[in-house]
């Protein structure tokens, strides 16, 4: 699904609580709640958890994935 806006839904989600983030995406979980805090809604509670590492050594992501760096699994193409 497409995103409208650069936060999605948690943006305005009245029915979200937390949200999942890693050390390098802290600090936009923090202007998140700055935002929802300034629409009248509760602040998420901030779930930060570890990166886990591909087969060489960095970040498995999504955008590594579709660009065929790495597999699901963190292994090389």
Do not use: C, F, K, Y
Request: hydrophobic letters at 40%; proline letters at 8%; a negative charge.
């Amino acid at each position: 699904m497409p995103l409208v806006e650069e936060w999605g839904p948690a943006a305005e989600g009245v029915d979200i609580d937390g949200i999942v983030v890693s050390e390098g995406t802290r600090d936009a979980a923090g202007r998140l709640n700055a935002l929802r805090t300034a629409r009248g809604l509760p602040p998420l509670e901030i779930i930060e958890v570890p990166h886990l590492l591909a087969e060489d050594g960095l970040p498995l992501s999504a955008s590594r994935i579709r660009a065929g760096v790495v597999d699901t699994e963190g292994q090389r193409q």
